[in-house]
């Protein structure tokens, strides 16, 4: 018999080297439905930010990744962090392949965030997607209809 002793404690999901992920700078038009001026989109989704992004208000908010041509991924790497208010945050992942004429969920997870506990969610989604000329994140950041603003440290694709 083959044994060993594993940890019980949580280990986060350390960032990836920067080298794997796809810039999107270059390879894509960022749609979003709201953005606080001095937090902008562009803080979660390049390489040298790292304020991060946050709405200009509460309520849901979608962050879309428009490709100029389709892209293949295996990797979508999320950070959000809340260190103030407790809350059940919800986000959905999807993709297209034709536009946004029709999509494919990815993942819908929920998460509750508390200042005195748990403040941070990585996310580290493998993934084998073809074709894909659209990618969607969607935020609820209080599904109880609070006012929570929702905001996201960093969001890279591979």
């Not at 990815?106 to 000329?133: K, Y």
Request: glycine share 6%; charged share 25%.
């Amino acid at each position: 018999m083959r044994k060993r002793i594993i940890s019980t404690s949580h280990h986060e999901t350390p960032f990836p080297d920067q080298e794997e992920w796809l810039n999107v700078e270059k390879l894509a038009e960022v749609e979003i439905t709201s953005e606080d001026a001095d937090y902008p989109i562009e803080s979660a989704l390049l390489h040298k930010r790292t304020s991060g992004w946050r709405a200009s208000g509460n309520g849901k908010q979608i962050i879309r990744l428009i490709f100029s041509y389709p892209q293949r991924l295996r990797r979508i790497w999320l950070k959000f962090v809340e260190t103030e208010t407790e809350r059940t945050q919800e986000y959905v992942l999807r993709w297209s392949a034709d536009g946004g004429e029709s999509f494919v969920e990815i993942v819908r997870q929920q998460w509750n965030f508390s200042p005195h506990g748990s403040t941070c969610e990585m996310e580290d989604h493998r993934v084998e997607l073809s074709a894909i000329t659209i990618l969607e994140l969607s935020i609820i950041p209080d599904i109880s209809g609070g006012n929570a603003v929702a905001s996201l440290s960093q969001f890279r694709i591979a």
